[in-house]
Structures are given as structure tokens and as C-alpha cells.
């Protein structure tokens, strides 16, 4: 059943993301995906009971190249740290993966976290998104430096995010916690309101 | 020494001021000097001035590897004030102001001290808790300190910014009206000439590479210049201390720093007092030339470079223009750095080492030039009786072995 | 008013595209193209400014961004900029602006009366002066200086232009489009690596925009108009015109300030930011920034229509405008001998060239010579007549070390006077990086010599200053480059020939005597134009011992102008040198800092001039409600926290009595959302946390929470909080709201430097959870509402434990916990559910008149039961005994962190200042936070302070104030009556236990 | 702004990181058994290196990991970076391990040479 208890912390906001939004070719276009299950997990990578137990879960390995995530069906699973991933699955599929993941691994060392309120998502596309992205992050957003299947944790504007780049439209996904959302909104629009004017 | 005045300008004017006499020689080092002061900054030169106008103590030489204040006084915002809390660092630095207050006078060298006030501004409840504890322990120091509320803020500084929506709201701010600015080249070349005068040689471009010490006492410095011997030795060195201070086999609590400032270009007056706000890394005057004077935080790694990173200025001109918008369409002229030798508890180590007749002035972070004359004065004290001031006992390098800091984090913080 | 100087040539205006502008309230017109400064210069305008010190007239002296006289303020209102440089503002249409520091007119200014007390106005004569009567200082003289100083005038308003950053990486950056810098792009470009071009100039071509030169047998902006079509052509290379590369920092970070709108007029471009600063971190870096032609030093140099030559000749050959009509040319090199000639072609009548030189026999020179120019050698200009424009010089000849005039004096009749004194590259991004520089005897003039970055020098900026020199190590440079990154193979294909005159020797030549001894006489022998530094001061400086060339430049302020020494600093060098009788490298270098050319603080602040996108505000899941309902506000680090909740008509003090008496006989509400939650697990999760907290840890049942202290090393109190059992090996921390951030890192840090064998995981769930704290006598009742299924029954849930059920129908975590000391419930729900929960709460709560309340109203409850804040009972200096807390330290767990200090001699020591409570002889009476202890009333000054008071409310559950404090010896004076001091009040308090209210603990039950 | 090598993350601009101070300096096993001297040397002495400088940094934006960093704190020039129980390799000049003050000095004598005073 869908729950409707839940509201999303920038819930007040779609409309200015609607507005600041660029349409057509050369646009960008600002909008939240919100309440996605999110599921943190710590372990260690040598462990091959660790690595199989997940991948059984998830349906493939965590990856150990840093900056990277894999997607398999329903879930995507995100290099945080060496010993760290986060699981991204579909609304409301948290309690379900917490429960299968803390099955499969009982008895490791390990910790499963459901943090699916800890980070709300942003998706960012369009032509010029990879330019608002030049405006906002310190890292290297030319397309053969950052591409699909690339993630990484870092900040934007002077927020921490974790920021997944989905696809060559370009699309950015950030991952960004609650508190800071609002302020990541209105940087991104800010640095969208040029495209207005071309 | 030929005193300055409207009428030695005016009579050497008739002779095309070709007729001035050095302000300071350049001498060779002697074989032996009484003292050795290692580092001709402000604080070694006023140790060098006071040892020998207070103590009599002339066969003085201070050794300098560059150019006479070329380190941290020569870098600084030129911020001088006192209103620091805990009574042994306002003792300390309320007797610095005195000596500020006549030093022009004193050294016959306008060092422009001009105490046009001081504001430290409170941006939440805790600062103006902070703030009225700092005033009120001023006070009963007999430090001048008031507590200013937002109008009265805007009233003293009718530029900054106390809108309620700010970013950074003004709570209030505490000001000293004592407190403001001085020439900094003109302390060091002043108490240069006053100690020159009184017979020390300030020795310019000779390196201190190691320090002469048996048994446990220092006998004196190797230099680029060669050996010179010395019957006490003291350290004026700031960011440098613990690279001579290993040379003693003495190791300190001091990191260096990169700190850095920047001046714009210069404009008509818009700002005629201090403004400073440790919340948000700012500190702004305007110097008489029209430039605004401003100081960023300190670079958080240890560092000898003398630069630092551009983001700590890009972030503090932010924070600076929600204080000031007006500040946006002026212009960045010059941007430098210093080093500033930080202590765990932001005060300075002002005192003996533990190798006999060594001695240490050093951990001053971000309070080194407002200290100038008072830190000369002690460190001159405690220099000719083997033991310190009861103004500067508190500073041992021993209060990090009993744990007797003096945690001046609150009040000095990043401000300067 | 027509452009009486504008010729028919000249390449890069558009003489048909008309601009109108008004300058210091007259009309004028120029041409698209234009800057305003040849744009003055088509009109005959050179009187523009007034200098610094003694106001005398000064003209256009250059061509570029090192202009140190034309120092303008352009438009007015808020869109107004202070110390614009007419050299480089590009004309457009209505453009307005005026001379700076003159009044009421650069044609007569009335300060210019100080030139007549010029002779006293020497280097460094403030510093002997104005220091008597003392009182004189701040009240009289010093208001004169600073009403003189200052050059342009901020406007008051609030900038209504936005600037933004951008971040971009590439291989190679070169900085600088002139021959060198084409070269260098085109190679690397070719490549395929990512390459930037910027360039300060609204157009690439840098000195050939200037000169007459031949590339490949063609005029050289044919081979200019092909490189940027060819670097057009390339996706892989980006080019940035009006883009000044001014900060050259570590690990080739290159910081680039672009105008992006100032050409087409104030709010021309509405959404586009004003001016963009580029940070770029490249590979490689190619530094082609060209050079600076050095004014010769001879007297009365600097009235108007006295100009750099290269200046005269990019006026006349770029933008088609003759610097006069009848010119001198003044050098002591072969460069300005092409500029003669190029005036000559351009309709301007040169009869004369002043050479240094005794012998001149260049290419250059007989070519000019064949066009009919006099060539005088061995001679100088020995004075200069007219005031606010040139009207003639004398010459003559002069001695070749400078010391005297040797033949007699002759005068021309000229309105403009053209001078080189050789070249100085412009090494400021070098130096910038820390490379090394290195004095060159024959080319006299610093030279890049050791990198200390990836980077390479290349043409003029190198000191190569001829055309085919540029070219060709431009082109090598860019492919090396390029291969050093993994592009190419780093062979350049040959570089274009370029058409090359050999030049003969300069001269080093410092200051042209006079008929009067250097400085002892009327003449003046400017070196800082803007400050009015003469070749006198500095000599000066000298006598007065300042040997060292930075003591030089501070007493006189020679480099400090606009241009930063541009001009100057190579000749105040030289004449130091030649004063103290010591070759130049002996006497110093000069050293170049951030930015090249001034930035706007705008720029640099970028998206920061918005403060709130500057530093984020955090907001927690409730926030839009309390927003609503009329909370105000306590900013809490980036966070805003709901302070107290005011009805209508209602003050703080009102709001806080009638939020207080709601937790004390009612119920309230509080938003606890921010405070720092780390969840940890691992088998050595207990152990963890026995070594980071005081207290013991290990036998804590799951189910239970505990209070913990954090100390630092030094043994001081740095953070606390509640941390609960979860499971055996799994606990939940919650942190203070400041210190989230902190001890997660802190944690970290001990865990993998310190303890790595420890099995335990750390992972922020601050934001996971939004937490409601339900406290007072009827919270039970609330929450039994709340949550149907759960049993909040003491014994089923006694305090200081936890339990996990739906609350409001959501999953979550109760906590019975208190901060308030009656009966307390703290509710964790995911953050998306934390308004729905409280929305809940509030409509269940209705019946029992359930009260938000807000930081103000804790702190009042907290001190009433004397639980301490860190932050505010505390300030890094206070141990767990200090606070009257040794309870919280366990004595037999062994060793945790901090521990070790409390037995160090002050640490250990029985008179600290210690936490107590207060109250005043008057109940009525509330304290000041802050106010200073004595123990006496009556002291001297300075007065022996035991302490002061940390916390102070008035208590309305209690009918009196109450505050706490820190106290000297505190805990062996209870009942004591000692003074607080708080602004020359001072008020008779009494030390009490700081628990004032049930301190039996009897309420926490309900 | 340096550019700092995380060791997982890779190169990431300075903002990114906080510092952590000087590198391997062993907290005690027994604190007890320590002077107050010797606990002050471990809670407050630094090397503070001019020249080659150990140090500590964790990648606060990123993987949060604590690594070491060889600095050069006059040029800012970074020597090497090695995660936590790594040795860095050194020059043997720059690789005497900070340490007791006496020994350190006497030690550091060729570093000093190297790096002037």
C-alpha cells in the first residue's frame, strides 16, 4: 500500500523547479525523484561470503572500482568506500532488501543501514546541465572524464553529495541529504538562469 | 639621532633632502654581543629597543636572514587591540596598548597608530554570550569595552548590512574605541632607528644555520655571516621558530600556517573603523591611502609558502560581501601570505627554553603585531633577568606539561 | 565634437559604426573598436587624470591593462565602477565616465596646491611628521590624508550584477594569444588534448594587433585571422577572449577573471553574469603573456602627450588614431624606431628621435633616417615644456653614465613625446608560480629561469622578443606540451617565416640628467607615475639606509599603485642598484603576487554574493511548519532551529513563560532534529565506545541508553550525548547538533589510525531520522494515543531505555529520555515522515493544549534541572569534575581517551572553576550571561575574577531567576554569597547546587 | 587549492579534505606509565617540518578515509600519499621519523642543510 504519511522535504518547491527548468534543445531541467529505498552496507570486500551473500540479494557484485556504481534490475549499488556501498532499489523496497541483506549476511562483520530518509534525489538534464555542473562541482564533468557508470561523493555547490552520472543526455542524479536540499535547489537554479536568456 | 619634525622636513627641504642621515647602519657582526636576538621583525627589533632603553643592555645584535620586517610584521592587517579575555592575555596586551598609545612619541617615527575602534561582530546567541563575557572581563581589567546592539552597530559602521535576512545577522558587536590600526613597516623601521641609535647592530641578510650550545647552554649562533658568539640567546622568529628551535634539539606545540590578506584598490572613504567577525573569517579597514584592508582565515595545513589557496579568499569575499554589499564592484589590487606559528591554545610561548640562556617568543597566531611593542617589552624583561614578567609568566612553554593553558580561542579564533 | 586625430587607417575600428560617450561632461564620438582611451585619443584628449599625491596633470601613457594614469569612474548609480582603466573599457553606445581624485575638474583641480608643497611631500615624509601635538594626529591630521587619498568612489547600493565560477580541467593552458600563444594553441590543439587560449584583449592577435609585421611575406593579421579560424575549427580547444589569467597558484590551478557583458554597457545583458572566474586545473601550462615596454626616467616625464611608444603606435596603427600631430621619439633601443616609422606612414610628423645611444646604426634606424627623421644620438630629453599637454623639449647630449649634460640645449616644439626604455616580460604568472627569475645583462630585464610547476615560458614573456623566436617556441612549447600529457609526439611542423628586422643593443640608461642634480631643482624625474615616486625619492630611500629594494618600494611606495609596478619597479630597481653602487640580481629581484590586474570582489565572490547560496542554510522536516506557525528563529551552525514560537502580542519572555508552564503541567513539542546520530556496529562496538566515552559501557543491557561525556586528549569535555543499545554488537549515538560533523570524523580517525583491529562500523544517520521530543506530565497520555500498540507504562518502559514500535502509523524508535527533567519521550521516524508526526501530534494533542516550543524553552527547562550545554557551560577548558560530574567518570574501566591529563599538575588542581548554580538577592533579578565573578564587591583594578555565569533565565515554574556558572573552588563555597559584574552593575548572588527544580528526579516518571 | 590524491578517490581539490595534522604520532600504550612531559609530548609537540612534511588527511566529502600525505610545506609540492600503516618511500633525507627532540635533531641535520633555516 502507498504511504501516505510521507512528504518530501522540498515537496514546496516543484513549482520553482518546473519554472527554472529550460525547455528545448540547448535546456535543462531540474526535478526531484523522492522517497527511492536506499540501503547503506559496510562489509569487507576479501570476505567471499560477503561479496556473494550481497550479490545474491542484489543481484550482482558490490563494485570495487572507486567512482563506480552497477545496476542490475531493480537495484544499483554504489562504491561509497572501500568497505562501504550504498543499495538504491524502488520506492518502498527498503524494508524488504534490509531484511533479505541482514538474512544473507548474518554472522559477518557487517552493517546494513536503511537510510532511505538520510538522501533525497535530484535529477539534472539537458544540454547545458553538464555546464551548470562546471558552475557547481570542483571535479573534472567533461564527457570523457565522467561518464555513465561513474559516481562519486563530492560536493556542489557547498553541499555533499553523492552524484551519479546517469547518461549522455547528460542526466546527474544527486543524492543530497535533507537539510541541504533546499539550498541545492536554489543553487542549481540560480546557476540554470542564464539558459533562460540565450 | 636627528629628531624628525615639520621643521627638519622644512630645513632639509632648503638643502633638497640630501642631507638626512641613515635611519640605520649596516654593520658586520662582531665577534661576541651580550645578546643575540634572532629575527629583525617588529618583535625583535622592540626587544633589541627595550632591552637597551630598559635594561641598558646595548651590546645587542639582531640577525635577520632577509630584510628588517619583512616577515609577519611587514604581512600583516596592521590590527591592533586588546580586548582579549582571560586576564593574562589582556594584561599582557592592554600593556602593548599603552605602549602603542605613545609609540609615535616615543620612537620620534609616526608609526600612524590610529584608533579609529574595533568591532567584533556576534552572529548568534553564543557569540553574544561570548562577547558581553569578553566586555565585561575588559572591564574589570580596566580594558576599554563596550557591547554595541545591531543600530548601534549601524550607527558606529553605516555601511554593514543588519537586515534580519542576512545570511550573517548582526546580533551585535562588541567594540573597543582604543583599539584600530598602525603602520607596520613603520614599527619595525622606528624601533630599527631607536635601537641602531642606542647601539645595537641590526645585521640584515645573515641566516641563522645553527646555534652554538655545551652542556646545555647556548654559547652562541653559526650564521651564513660565520660564528658569532653570544652570552644569551633569543628567538624572534615567528613562523621559523621551530626550525630553530630544532636546532637546539627543542621541540615546540607550534604549527605554521599560511594566512592570508589582500588590499583593493584604493577608493574614496566608505569604512573608518576595524570590523571583524570570527563566525565568518572576515576582518576589514580602510587604510589611509583608501585601500580596504582585509584578512581571510588561516590555510588549515602547516606551511612555509607564503601563499595560500584561492578558495580561502573567494569564501571570505562571500561572507564579506553579505556583510558589506557595497564592497562587490570594488577590486582585489595584491593578495599575499604570511606564516603564523599557532599554539594549541592560540596564545603565544613567551619565555626560557630549556637549553640556559635560550629563550623563546614565538606561538603568537594571528596576535603577533598588535603584541609588537608589548611582546619586546616582556620578552626584553625576561631576557635580562633570566626570568619572565609577571605579564608574561603565564606564557611558559611548561603550562603544556601542567595543562595550565590559556585558551584564547574564543577571542582570538581566527581574528586578528 | 568630430575625431580630429582619427586617421583613415588603422585595422580594428569600425569607422562607419559610430559610438557616442561623454567624458568628464562632454560629448564625443568614436568608433566601434575603440577603447575609451583611443577614443580620447582620436579626440585629442589627454589630459585625463590628475596623480595621486600632488595632482599634477597626467595623461594616456599606455595602451593596456598597465595604464596608471587614465584611472576613470564609469557611469554613476548603482551599476557605477571605481577605477576603470580607459585603456581597457571598450566603447559603447551612452557610455559615461569622468576622472577620478580630481575636483571640481581634471582641467583645474583645486588640490593640485599641494604640488607647491611638493618639496616637503617627499618619500617617507609622513612618517617624520604630523606627530606632534599627538592629539593632532587622529583629529586633524590624519582626516586630511585620508579625505585626499583614495581614487574612485564605490556606489552605495547594492550591486545589481550577478557573477558566477566555472571549474574546467584540460591539458594544456596557455595563457596569452599573441604570436607565441597562437603558435603554442594551434600545435597542442592539433593534438587533440583539451587546450585553452585566454587572452586579456577583446581580440587574439596580442602585439600583432599593434605593429606592421610580415609573416609568410603577408601582413601578419592575415596569418592571426587563419590560427583563430583554424583554433575555431577544433572542439577540443576552448578560447577566452577578454579573459585575464591573474592568479597562477599550486599544482597549475590557473584562475581566469572574464568580462562577459562590461562591452556592451551596464544591465546590457539582463541574466548573464557580469564577469565569470574560471578556475582551470591544467596539465601543462604555456605562459605567453608578452611583455612591457619600461618608460625611459628623464625630467618632467609625465605630462600629457608623453606616451609609451608602443602605445603611440598600437593607437595609431590598431585603432587609426594619431597621438598628436608633431612628436618626439625618446629610446635607447631600436624598437621605437619601427614606431617612428609607423607614425610617420600614419600622418604624424616625427622629426626627431632622442637616442641614448652613441652609436645607432640599426636597420631600423637608417630606415627611419631614410624617411627623413632626425636622428640625434648620444643625446637625451633633458626637460619638457607646456603643463597640461606637452608643447616642446629640450634636448641634448649627455654623458654616458648619466651624471651630466655634456653639449648644449636645443628645443623642439612637439605635442607628444613617445619613449621606450627597452622591454620588461611579463613574468608576474612565472613568478606567481614560484619559478625562478634571472637578470639579464644584455636584454636588461628579468627573465623566467627555473620552473617550479609544468609549465613552460615562450616569446617575448621569455625574452625572446623577436617575431620568429615567438613563433617558433610557441609551436615547440604547445606540442611539448601536449606529449607531456600523452598527446601527439611533440614535434611542432615548421612555424610560419616571419619577416625579421635585427635589432642592435639596448642601452641600460636609468635616469636622464637634467640641467639640475637629480632631485634639487623644479624638474622631477617620475618613476610611479599614480604615487608620484620620483627618481629623487627613491635616491633618497637609499641615503636614508632602506637597501633593500622592499624597503625601497614600501618608504616610497614605488609598485603599490593600480598598475602594481608594471612600470615602475624595474627602474626603481635599477636606480636603487646604481645608488647603492651594486649590480642589479645583488640588489633584489621583484616578486609578483595575485592577480595580475585587479578583480572585482565580486567576481571572486562569484554565486557567494548571494549569501545564502554562500553558506547553505539547513533545514530540518518540520521547518516549513514552524515557519508557518510563526516561530522565530536561532541560527545553531548552518542550521535554523525553531528559537520560540511567539503568539500574537507575546514577547520572548512571554512566549517562554507560557511554552515553560506547558512542559511543566501540560505538554510540549520540540523539534530535535538536528542533534548528530551515528549509528555503530561491530563486535567491538561496546569497547569502541568505552575508550571514547568516560563512562562504562560494556554491561549496558540492549534496550537501555546512557548519557556519555567526549573529551579531547587535553582531558576537556568536547561533546556529548545519549547513546542507546540497539542490539549486542549495534548502538545509536546522538551527538550535539554543532558537533555531528566533528566526532563522526573523530571517530573515523581513531578507528582507522589507531585502533584498526577494532570490528566496528561508524555511519552518519543524522538525516535519516527526523526526532520529536514530546515532554511533559501528559506526553504519556499523548503518546499512548500515538501509538495504540505500544505499553509506555513505567515498568514496560522505564526511563532511560528505548523501544521500537509505529508511532502515528509510521515505524519508530521511542527513546525515554529527558533534557527537562519531567517525564520525556524522544520520537525518531524516517525524515520523510517527521511533519506527518508532528502534524499528528499537534491535532491529537489539541485536548491537552499540546505547545511547540523552541530552543529558548529547553534551555530554560535543562538549567532548571542543571544539565549542562557544550558550548555554553563549557568552552574546551572544563573536565568532567569541573562540571561536577565525576559520576560520569568510570575509575575502573581502564584507559580512555583523555584520561591521562587529569593528573597533570593543573588539571589535578582543587581550586578550578567549577559549575554551580546562582541565585540573586533579588529573585526578580536576571542575571546576564557573561557578567564576570568576584568574590569581593569592592575591587581594584584589575579586579581578581573567580569566574563568570554561563547560563541565566528567569524561571517561571520557580518564580525566581536562575543561572549557572563556572566558579573558582565553586564546590567548597555553596552558600556563599559572592558578585556578578555586568557593565559597571554589579549584583550580590548566592552559590547553589545548579539543580534548582525537583532535584530528587521525582518528575521524570510523570 | 592543492590537488591531493585520495588514495580510493583519486584527485580531489583541497575543499574536499580535511587536514589532520602531523602524521604517525603513536598514541601511547600506556598512558600511565608516562610523565606529564612525555604525555604533553604526544598531545601537543609537532615537528611542524619546513620541507618534507607527514601528515594526515581524510577525505571528509568522499569515502571518509584517513590517509597520509609527504608534503613539501615550502613548495607545497606533494612527495607522496600512502594510506594509513603504509611507509611512504622517501628519500632517505626526508624519511627520519619525527620523534624524541634530541635524537630528531641530530637525525634531521641533512634535512636541515637541504632546507636552510
Redesign the interface.
Known sequence: MVDTFRNSIIAHKEQAMINGSVSGDQGVNLSEIPFLAQVNIRGNVEDKKFVSAVKKVVGVAVPTDPNTYVTKGDFTVFWLGPDEWQVVGPVDGQDDLVTKLRDALDGLHVAVIDVSGNRTALDLTGAQARNVMKKSCRLDMDAQSFTPGQAVQTRVGKAPVLLQMLDDKPTYRMFVRPSFAEYLVDWLLDAMGEYHHL | MSRFSIFSLARNAMSWHQNWPRQWRSPDPKPEYDVVIIGAGGHGLATAYYLAKEHGITNVAVIEKGWLGGGNTGRNTTIVRSNYLWDESGLFYENAMKLWENLSQELNYNVMFSQRGVLNLAHNLGDVRESIRRVNANNLNGIDAEWLNAEQVKEFCPIINISKDSRYPVMGATLQRRGGTARHDAVAWGYARGADDMGVDVIQNCEVQGLMIDNGTVKGVRTSLGDIKAKKVAMACAGHTSVVADMAGIRLPIESHPLQALVSEPMKPVIDCVVMSNAVHVYVSQSDKGELVMGAGIDAYVGYSQRGSLHVIEDQLGSAMELFPLFSRTRMMRSWGGIVDTCPDASPIVGKTPVKNLYVNAGWGTGGFKATPGAGWCYAHTIAKDEPHDLNAAFSIDRFITGALVDEHGAAGVAH | MTEKFRTTQGTRVDRSNVINFTFNGKNYTGAKGDTLASALVANGVHLVGRSFKTHRPRGILTAGSEEPNAIIQLETGPRSEPNVRATQIELYEGLTAKSVNCWPSVNFDLAAVNSVASRIFVAGFYYKTFMDPKSMWMTVYEPIIRRMAGLGVLPREKDPDTYDHMNEFCEVMVVGAGPAGLSAALEAGRTGARVVLCDEQPEFGGSLLNTKQIIDGKPAQEWVDTAIAELESMDNVRLLKRANAFGYYDHNYITVHERRTDHFGPGAKPGLSKHRIWHFRAKQVVLATGSHERPLVFADNDRPGIMLANAGQAYANRYGALPGRRGVIFTNNDSAYSVAIDLVDAGMDIPTIIDLREIVDGDLPNAARQKGIEVLTGSGIVATLGRKRVTGVEVATVSSDGSKITGSKRKIDCDTILTSGGWNPAVHLFSQSIGKLRYDEEKICFVPNISSQNERTVGACKGSFDLQSALDEGAAAGAAAAMDTGFGKGKAKASPKALVVEEKAIKAYWVVPTDHPVGQGKRKHYVDYQHDVTAADIMLAAREGMHSVEHMKRYTTTGMATDQGKLSNVNGLAILSSQLEKDIPKVGTTTFRPPYTPVNFGALAGRGINGDLADPVRRTSMYGWHLENGATFEPVGQWQRAWYYPKAGEDMDAAVARETAALRDGVGILDASTLGKIDIQGKDAAQFLNLVYTNAWLKLPVGSCRYGFMLKEDGMVFDDGVTSRLGENHFHMTTTTGGAAGVLDWLEEYLQTEWPDLEVYCTSVTEEWSTLSIGGPKARQLLEELAPEMDFSNEAFPFMTWREGEVAGVPARVFRISFTGDLSYEINVRNWHGLHLWKKCMELGEKYDITPYGTETMHVLRAEKGFVIIGQETDGTQTPQDLGMDWIVAKKKGDFIGRRSFTREDTARENRKQLVGLVTENPKEVLEEGAQLTYERVNPTPAPMVGHVTSSYWSPNLGHSIAMALVKDGHNRMGQWIYAHDRGKVTKVKIVSPVFYDPKGERRDG | ???IKCP???E?????Y?????AHI??PE???E?T??E????????????GV?R??W?H???????FNVA?N????E?VSVYK??EKPDLPEAVTTKPAP??K???K?APV?KK???
Not at chain 4, 39 to 50: G, L, P, S
Not at chain 4, 60 to 66: A, E, L, Y
Open positions: 587549492m592543492l590537488y580510493w578517490c583519486g580531489r581539490d583541497e575543499t574536499e580535511h587536514y589532520g595534522g602531523e603513536v598514541r600506556n598512558p600511565d608516562l606529564d612531559a604525555w604533553a609530548e604526544y598531545v601537543f609537540m609537532r615537528t611542524n617540518t619546513k612534511h601528515e594526515r581524510v571528509s566529502d568522499g569515502c571518509r578515509r584517513w608534503r610545506t615550502v613548495t607545497n606533494i594509513t600503516g627532540a634530541k630528531a635533531a641530530a634531521k636541515k632546507e636552510g633555516a
